[in-house]
């Protein structure tokens, strides 16, 4: 990491208790750490800026109808293979009363 020697005029209490706050044991690492936090801050904060921007395209309702009619086709489908079931349980259970 390439490091920039700069003086800087701070707030001693302001830097104090950044210091307390984000753990660092130096001054140095003290801004360094906020210089970071206030980077990432703000780049979360422009990411939700893309949200609701025309990322998806289509028609809720189409998909909310489309997945509701592929739940009743399988509870249609777990319906069959129940009677089914039932017509095989039956059918053994006469041919062993034989």
């Known amino acids: 990491m390439h490091m920039k020697r700069t003086r800087l005029l701070l707030d001693r209490h302001l830097l104090d208790e950044a210091r307390r706050v984000l753990g660092a044991r130096t001054y140095s690492a003290t801004v360094n750490l906020a210089l970071e936090e206030i980077t990432r801050v703000r780049k979360v904060r422009t990411l939700a800026s893309f949200f609701g921007k025309g990322l998806w395209s289509g028609n809720l309702s189409e998909m909310r109808d489309d997945r509701a009619s592929r739940r009743r086709r399988k ?24």
């Open 75 to 98: 509870v249609a489908k777990q319906s069959i293979l129940a009677r089914r079931s039932l017509k095989r349980t039956k059918a053994r259970a006469a041919e062993a009363s034989r």
